[in-house]
């Protein structure tokens, strides 16, 4: 046992990427049985353990990435506040309030995907950095280093941004981090009470996104639905999107490509669809039609985004899976750097939910415009072995 827990605590990616894999089994397996998963075993998990095993020994000096910058975590976190006052300035209302208020499952729907669709670019990804990286990464630094005031600004802000947007994500965003580092510093109580503010938080967004939940229509379901009870809804809703869905979603990507959607070999990336004169292409959102037909016919566009290697098999078919292992295996044993000369339990906690978005988004979207990629140069750029503890 002792061994097992030694060997857990060197590769922590490693074994929570491990129930990463076995959650995505459940659904997979559960949709098409062992027609996908088979091939998948020999094709990426296989390799990728194999490769992991090789570069979990890699080693390199992060000391020259150290910036010594007194009170950082202040700027940043005006930073990120002032961006939060842009984007609702940019809004000019806050759609957790006309949510709520909306009568219909369509109305909601359209308000909460305008808080975010319509804005310019550049703020779109500055509002993403800001509630994926720099608000959980100084509220983190603020609680190593017992400045509780403004820790509970950080996370105050961050949850609420997240509420107001209506992105239920965002809310873990915050909320993983701070409730890990507690967790790993044995400050139990803290810990519980974190969570409960976060599931708490997180019924709230579920009951503000449902207008039918609280008196409103739900406009959006097919005729042979079943009317349920409130409980039964939330609790059916929450149980099928984390254990049935994510598997489920990879089993349809690889039933309709190449079947009704041929193989994109790169196109789905913009620069390179530019150099070869082709529109790019995402199939997030093209095939939302084959696996939602019923919405789809009644206008509504939305995306069904997968595990991050079926972006690899989507290009380039089985060949790509075992590509995905390599970049992941190679990845991870970057990672491991980061988590053994810095603050190991500050580093693991804020990694554990982009970490966690394997299952559900690509690895080069997580990193570029996802935040994770700026959460590593905010770790690299902080003291190493600072040992800051609760």
């Known amino acids: 046992m002792k061994q097992l827990s030694a060997l857990i605590k060197a590769h922590p990616f490693l074994f929570s990427y491990l129930g990463?894999?076995?959650?995505?089994?459940?659904?997979?397996?559960?949709?098409?049985?062992?027609?996908?998963?088979?091939?998948?075993?020999?094709?990426?998990?296989?390799?990728?353990?194999?490769i992991y095993?090789?570069?979990?020994?890699?080693?390199?000096?992060?000391?020259?990435?150290?910036?010594?910058?007194?009170?950082?975590?202040?700027?940043?976190?005006?930073?990120?506040?002032?961006?939060?006052?842009?984007?609702?300035g940019w809004l000019g209302k806050i759609p957790f309030i006309d949510a709520w208020n909306a009568s219909k499952l369509s109305e909601a729907n359209?308000?909460?995907?305008?808080?975010?669709?319509?804005?310019?670019?550049?703020?779109?990804?500055?509002?993403?950095?800001?509630?994926?990286?720099?608000?959980?990464?100084t509220a983190l630094f603020f609680l190593s280093k017992r400045k509780m005031s403004w820790f509970i600004f950080s996370v105050g802000l961050g949850c609420f941004y997240g509420i107001a947007l209506l992105q239920k994500s965002l809310i873990f965003w915050i909320g993983f981090p701070v409730i890990l580092y507690?967790?790993?510093?044995?400050?139990?109580?803290?810990?519980?009470?974190?969570?409960?503010?976060?599931?708490?938080?997180?019924?709230?967004?579920?009951?503000?996104?449902?207008?039918?939940?609280?008196?409103?229509e739900h406009d959006l379901s097919p005729p042979q639905l079943e009317k349920k009870d409130r409980a039964n809804m939330v609790s059916e809703g929450v149980f099928n999107r984390i254990f049935i869905i994510p598997g489920k979603t990879m089993s349809m990507w690889f039933t309709h490509v190449p079947k009704d959607k041929p193989f994109l070999y790169g196109r789905d990336f913009g620069l390179y669809a530019r150099l070869i004169d082709?529109?790019?292409?995402d199939y997030n959102l093209e095939l939302y039609a084959f696996f939602y037909p019923e919405y789809a016919k009644q206008g509504i566009k939305g995306s069904v985004n997968t595990a991050h290697f079926m972006r690899s098999y989507a290009n380039f078919g089985w060949w790509g899976l075992p590509i995905s292992a390599i970049l992941l295996?190679?990845?991870?044993?970057?990672?491991?750097?980061?988590?053994?000369?810095?603050?190991?339990?500050?580093?693991?906690s804020l990694?554990?939910?982009?970490?966690?978005l394997l299952s559900s988004g690509s690895l080069l979207t997580l990193l570029f415009s996802g935040g994770w990629g700026l959460i590593l140069v905010l770790i690299m750029l902080s003291p190493s072995k600072d040992n800051l503890y609760v």
């Open 351 to 356: 990694q554990i939910f982009p970490l966690l």
């Open 278 to 281: 082709q529109k790019a292409v």
């Open 53 to 88: 095993s090789f570069l979990s020994r890699w080693s390199f000096s992060i000391s020259s990435f150290e910036l010594k910058i007194k009170n950082l975590d202040k700027y940043l976190f005006f930073l990120a506040l002032l961006i939060v006052l842009i984007h609702f």
């Open 20 to 50: 990463v894999y076995a959650l995505l089994q459940i659904g997979l397996i559960y949709h098409s049985g062992l027609r996908f998963a088979i091939p998948l075993l020999f094709l990426f998990f296989i390799p990728f353990l194999i």
């Open 182 to 216: 507690y967790l790993f510093n044995r400050k139990w109580w803290h810990g519980l009470l974190s969570t409960s503010i976060m599931i708490g938080l997180f019924l709230v967004a579920i009951f503000a996104n449902n207008p039918q939940l609280h008196g409103g």
């Open 329 to 348: 295996a190679s990845f991870f044993g970057f990672l491991n750097n980061i988590y053994r000369k810095t603050n190991p339990n500050l580093a693991f």
């Open 110 to 137: 359209i308000i909460r995907k305008s808080s975010s669709s319509g804005l310019p670019k550049w703020l779109h990804y500055a509002s993403t950095w800001t509630i994926r990286a720099l608000l959980p990464t």
